[in-house]
């Protein structure tokens, strides 16, 4: 059984640019999480997906985005970045929808400079 | 509103010291609660949950709803025990698994 993978580990971007963060669910599981986790912060909620459809947001803008494919695995967009997106950004894998247990993977540090 | 509450920062105890680390939450309705442990180097990992009122390397947690609280207590800590401790939410109703997250406790276990 494979875990949840992130690409890429850590990233640098420019204030304005766009970045694009990717997540390969565990086999088996058909929904995954998006949280943002700012240094010294637990980990916030972005949004959900479920079997390709968006399965609730949290509090955040339009310039974050997202994507779910026919394997699972999941697409994390943010257009016009600002400094306060540099955090860790995580995703999380489950079975069914809402209900199962959420598998982390390690994370995508963005650094916006 | 949803939240939840993890008033220590930093929790240091000595190896064999019983540990208590506080959560208290807010919401209205039935919860699920959750203990999510992050080893240095390691990706959060879920530690226990309320429903499976399970013990997880001696850890026990119980929800109190009277209190609001689901404090995360061991009566003998262990140097490997040091870690970053989160208690999350889990709404209950509805279809969205969103966690909610509290800032976390850091448990440091001196030797």
């Known amino acids: 059984e494979t875990g949840v993978t992130q690409s890429p580990t850590h990233l640098i971007k420019t204030r304005g640019q766009q970045v694009t963060l990717r997540c390969s669910s565990q086999?088996?599981?058909?929904?995954v999480s998006w949280y943002q986790q700012a240094l010294g912060q637990g980990p916030q909620f972005i949004f959900q997906y479920y079997r390709e459809e968006e399965n609730g947001r949290g509090n955040f803008p339009p310039r974050f985005s997202g994507l779910q494919f026919p394997n699972y695995s999941s697409e994390l967009n943010v257009n016009a970045l600002e400094l306060d997106d540099s955090a860790l950004y995580l995703c999380a894998s489950s079975s069914g929808q809402g209900g199962g247990e959420q598998y982390f993977g390690p994370g995508t540090r963005l650094t916006v400079t | 509103a949803q939240r939840v509450t993890q008033p220590e920062k930093l929790l240091s105890v000595f190896k064999g010291a019983p540990v208590e680390l506080k959560c208290n939450y807010s919401y209205s309705g039935s919860p699920e609660l959750f203990w999510y442990v992050q080893y240095s180097r390691q990706r959060l990992q879920l530690l226990l949950r309320?429903?499976s009122r399970e013990s997880i390397k001696g850890f026990t947690a119980d929800l109190n709803k009277g209190e609001t609280s689901f404090h995360l207590k061991k009566p003998f800590a262990q140097e490997e025990d040091s870690a970053m401790y989160y208690c999350?939410?889990?709404?209950?109703?509805?279809?969205?698994?969103?966690?909610?997250f509290g800032q976390g406790t850091t448990l440091q276990v001196k030797p």
């Open positions: 309320h429903i």
């Open positions: 086999s088996g599981h058909n929904t």
């Open positions: 999350a939410l889990r709404s209950g109703s509805g279809n969205t698994g969103k966690l909610i």
